[in-house]
């Protein structure tokens, strides 16, 4: 089968024809059908992470159950599914407190990518820019044949992502003031996210005007170019000159998470959800932190509930409440990666997504 591997960081992805292992005990095989291109996976590609080359990349896809193991009942072959990252063993103390994204179950170490003697590192458990793949059984959520294939990959982690901050982590309030720094793939689901919780004042935040005017047709009542003017300052106008009460910032560098919990007012909450490089930090008056009353809050994937949340979101988007086709800017073959990736990077696409059939 094909799959696209980064060998070394900071060069293109290579299609390559690799192999599958033998299912172990709790797994399935999926047939992939689509797979979000996600900044995260741009990451992995730039940046020294734990998930060392050889690389199959991938964490946002959905496709069919192809083979599971003798003891999986929640999943059967034909079924089509969302691929859930990370782990969620469900036995643990956070699976069992509702907060599956906080799982503490290490992710597998056989290896599921082979070539003869060769193992591929699988990012997030998923690997999911390959023709197939083998999960974890439990990390799959069934998804209704009326859902396209291409909106039910996003749902495995930017729609998810972004609802989820706005809803679960945050639990922002109706007539609050939003601002969103950041407005990519997740960042335009925390747009909508907010709006649909009923905020008063949604502000979306980006360099990119297309970005900021598909922001618009997401629920944002405001659009700041942070390439014109000073984002703070700019929140702050469109607040009484208070600030904001929830700023997320979805991009992961330490100036937009300083201006995000600058932007914030005083006993707002400056919501954390890009995914920053581990070896840069961000810096805080630490008079001022306690002076002010803010807060700054981590929001990992959402603080998804994979079998709760989900089915959920698929409900909203079935009637109507929720946007996903139109994030799909983009349709791309699997040969064609890195010109997803470079579609992203250029700020030509809310998502592209890779299509294996």
């Not at 979101?313 to 409440?321: E, F, K, S, V």
Request: aromatic share 6%; with cysteine; charged share 20%.
């Amino acid at each position: 089968m094909k799959a696209a591997v980064l060998w070394e960081r900071r060069t293109p992805l290579k299609i390559e024809e690799i192999d599958l292992a033998d299912l172990q005990p709790g797994e399935a095989r999926v047939r992939m059908l689509a797979s979000g291109v996600c900044h995260s996976d741009l990451h992995h590609i730039n940046r020294e992470t734990p998930f060392k080359p050889p690389l199959v990349l991938g964490h946002e896809g959905a496709g069919v159950v192809d083979a599971v193991s003798p003891d999986v009942k929640s999943v059967k072959p034909g079924d089509r599914v969302v691929i859930m990252f990370g782990s969620k063993c469900g036995t643990c103390h956070f699976c069992h407190s509702g907060e599956d994204y906080l799982c503490t179950t290490p992710l597998p170490d056989h290896p599921r990518f082979i070539r003869k003697d060769e193992r591929f590192a699988q990012l997030l458990g998923v690997g999911s820019f390959a023709e197939y793949v083998n999960v974890t059984a439990s990390n799959l959520v069934r998804v209704p044949d009326e859902v396209p294939i291409e909106c039910a990959a996003l749902l495995a982690c930017g729609v998810t992502t972004g609802l989820g901050a706005v809803t679960t982590t945050a639990k922002v309030e109706p007539g609050s003031n939003v601002a969103v720094i950041g407005i990519g793939g997740v960042g335009m689901n925390v747009v909508q996210g907010a709006a649909l919780a009923g905020a008063n004042r949604v502000i979306a935040v980006d360099l990119v005007e297309r970005k900021l005017e598909m922001a618009h047709q997401f629920g944002a009542t405001h659009m700041i170019n942070a390439s014109e003017t000073d984002p703070v300052q700019a929140i702050k106008d469109l607040t009484h000159g208070r600030g904001a009460d929830y700023v997320f910032e979805v991009i992961g560098r330490p100036n937009t998470i300083k201006q995000a919990y600058d932007a914030a007012r005083n006993g707002g909450t400056a919501v954390v959800v890009g995914l920053g490089a581990a070896d840069e930090e961000v810096s805080f008056n630490l008079a001022e932190l306690m002076r002010s009353g803010k807060a700054i809050q981590g929001c990992f994937y959402g603080s998804v509930r994979p079998h709760m949340d989900v089915p959920r979101y698929i409900d909203m988007y079935l009637n109507g409440r929720i946007k996903i086709d139109q994030l799909i800017s983009r349709r791309f073959r699997l040969d064609q990666v890195n010109e997803a990736f470079d579609a992203m990077q250029a700020g030509e696409v809310a998502r592209g997504v890779i299509m294996y059939e």
